[in-house]
């Protein structure tokens, strides 16, 4: 565990021990406030209810195992083999009834998977993304936000609008960064609601969306209702805007260490030290709407189940890349949508996925996941490789840029050898990303630049991740499938 044995914070492992221990212990009044019992400042909630009432519930059957495990202030740093596997079987239990069964019955729901094989490796090279395996076991959390997400889309990809509507309340009062999908879910069902027709089908939809919305969020939300400052404490713990732009990165230190852009852009302007906190918020903020508008646009208008999936990578992109107080974890909220996909872009689902992986070295390296990201993550791009064939699927139709290619034909001369070019990039990316992972390994920094290993490893990140944004925008906007898709939502 990351943390594992080191005072005073103690990890990520001791954050989920913790929140047992406060929701437990404590009335519900006091779970987000500043008390003598609970002190904020170690390890403090800073997630939606959904998360403390699923503690609570973990803190339940610890009482029946072992009090010691969370009593009140005597068991903070608490470490022990038997409770080491209550926690990891709390995890395997969270993967096992929410977020393993969406991966299965949605691969196994794709028209594209027309076997069970088919399906099955599917299902099979998304359960191995090593992002996830290494961050859920690695940090210790818990997938069901991304669980109750892949519900939503599963919902929603069967015309169960409201049971979709459900799941991505549940996903979003589990972990407010399921903002990153909220706006193409929002987008493709009010599209829905256009087409059928505003005063007919498409009202009586949007009614019924908006009260299942309201009602999820009113049954998660009740016991802090009590009073508005209760409700007002909450959400600042879920968005402490006032601790600037970098304040989730891991490595906020100078230079920060993440793979988005303003990070990047730290490397040679320091941010920090000429923008204001509010004029940060701002930027971040007019930045982050822009990247998102033209994908919002184009799935409101033409609402279509493959064109809300692609917005769904495509905004998280944009809201990894500019958005305020961003996580190096937060990528996985990209890869999960990326996944989805991976049966109809294989190649460059495993390319993003391989990166997003590397993205997140540093971080794996500070917690001692070197051997396991050095095995998994070959072995992940050798099941994709055997599976998808991806090196033979880089044509521009391939890569759904039939359209786009069409369109440029006249002007651009090099789409002719396009898949030779995409197929070099991708082995010299990928050799890049080997190099660079086992220098970060087996190499010390010069000692003027002590941060050129991850400083590195973040920029290179950021302008793939800069390139993905322009070509998952691109296959939107030129999909001509879009409109022949939504006649059939009308």
Known sequence: FLGAGKPPMYGDYEAQRHWQEVTYNLPI???????SDNN????GLDYPPLTAYHSLLCAYIAKLINPDWIALHTSRGYESQPHKLFMRTTVFVADLLVYIPAVIFYCFSLKETSTKKKASICALCILLYPGLILIDHGHFQYPLSLGFALWGVLALSYDW???GSVAFCLALNYKQMELYHSLPFFCYLL???FKKGLKGKGLVLLTKITGTVVVSFAVCWLPFCTDMEQIMQVLRRLFPIDRGLFEACMFSSPPPRLANIWCSLSVLIKIKNIVSPQTQLKLSLAVTLLSLLPTCIKLTVQPSLRGFKFALVSCALSFFLFSFQVHEKS??????PVCLII??????ATWFLLVSTFSMLPLLLKDGLLLAYAVTTPAFLSLCGASFSILDKT????????????SMKGYVSWFKSFSKIVRSLFLLSVTLMGVLSLVCAAARPPQRLPDLFPVSVSVISCLHFLLFLVYFNVVILWDSKNSRSQKKIN
Request: hydrophobic share 50%.
């Open 29 to 35: 009044r006091q779970w987000y406030f500043n008390t």
């Open 343 to 348: 049966n109809e872009i294989p190649f460059m």
């Open 331 to 336: 990528i996985l909220l990209v890869s999960v």
């Open 395 to 406: 044509s521009a139709e391939d890569l759904q840029l039939k359209p786009f290619s069409l």
């Open 161 to 163: 609008d409201l049971l």
């Open 191 to 193: 599209g829905k609601c």
């Open 40 to 43: 904020l400042l170690y390890w």
